[in-house]
């Protein structure tokens, strides 16, 4: 069950299905929603494309190190955007930014966040 959990997430009507395509199409029906409804409607993202390669890096690199300057290099977008981007990720829990442990608070709050993808 914490395989199932952990590879689909749960949402209630994925977890009810037991056909794992069902499961697959349900998981695309809302990431599609999110994208286009929430992100590109209520939060005016203009550049979903940008945005759904973002979220795409940043999925591939759970528990690394979030560089702002990589992203900005690798995505050709700007300071403010992906801290946007990033701040619309995090408010919708989609991701979490974990600070490093330090024994110095201030050198904590200095360092990059790790970044954790939400289990829903």
């Known amino acids: 069950m914490l395989s199932e959990c952990l590879t689909y997430g749960g949402f209630p009507a994925v977890v009810k299905e037991d056909a794992e395509k069902i499961k697959k ?3 695309k029906i809302l990431t599609r929603t ?3 409804k929430d992100i590109f409607f209520f ?3 203009y550049h979903i494309e940008k945005f759904k390669s973002l979220l795409n890096y940043l999925s591939f690199n759970i528990g690394s190190l979030v ?3 990589s992203i900005m290099n690798e995505f050709r ?3 403010r955007t992906v801290e946007n981007y990033l701040s619309i990720l995090v408010n919708t829990y989609i991701i979490s930014l974990v600070s490093p442990f330090y024994k110095n ?6 360092k990059s966040k790790y ?5 829903v």
């Open 34 to 36: 999110y994208l286009e």
């Open 105 to 110: 608070l201030a050198t904590e709050l200095k």
């Open 115 to 119: 970044i954790l993808l939400t289990v």
């Open 67 to 69: 560089k702002i300057a």
């Open 77 to 79: 977008m700007d300071y």
């Open 43 to 45: 939060l005016n993202i």
């Open 25 to 27: 199409e349900l998981l």
